[in-house]
Nanobody, 123 residues
Framework: QVHMVEAGGGLVQTGDSLTLSCEVFRGTFRAYTMGWFRQAPGKEREFVST????????YYADSVKGRFTISRENGANVVRLQMDSLNVEDTAVYYCAARRGGPSRHQQDYDYWGQGTQVTVSS
């Protein structure tokens, strides 16, 4: 069973940067498309970014485009989300997810999920 662990969340101020990481255990990491999703208090979980197995395709939600950067390191079984210019609207629990197949913005397409890491941005 694939197991994923996110790390890197925390409390930051508006304008700060933060990098989230997600390490995948017991799976063939390079076989997976990886995605990041987030869920803010009282809201549904939403798509943030996704990256293909070879890093050739990357997609972002409009709300984070130009501020967030997704990357992966297949040799280390890690996917990262570099988040710059954070604002209070970015406050959420961030989840990484994995799926076999191409990049997708739809959470129902993902097979495996991490437990989430909290990001809180204060004004």
């Amino acid at each position: 069973q694939v197991h994923m662990v996110e790390a890197g969340g925390g409390l930051v101020q508006t304008g700060d940067s933060l990098t989230l990481s997600c390490e995948v255990f017991r799976g063939t990491f390079r076989a997976y498309t990886m995605g990041w999703f987030r869920q803010a208090p009282g809201k549904e979980r939403e798509f943030v970014s996704t990256i293909s197995w070879d890093s050739g395709l990357k997609y972002y939600a409009d709300s984070v485009k130009g501020r967030f950067t997704i990357s992966r390191e297949n040799g280390a079984n890690v996917v990262r989300l570099q988040m710059d210019s954070l604002n209070v609207e970015d406050t959420a629990v961030y989840y990484c997810a994995a799926r076999r197949g191409g990049p997708s913005r739809h959470q129902q397409d993902y097979d495996y999920w991490g437990q989430g890491t909290q990001v809180t941005v204060s004004s």
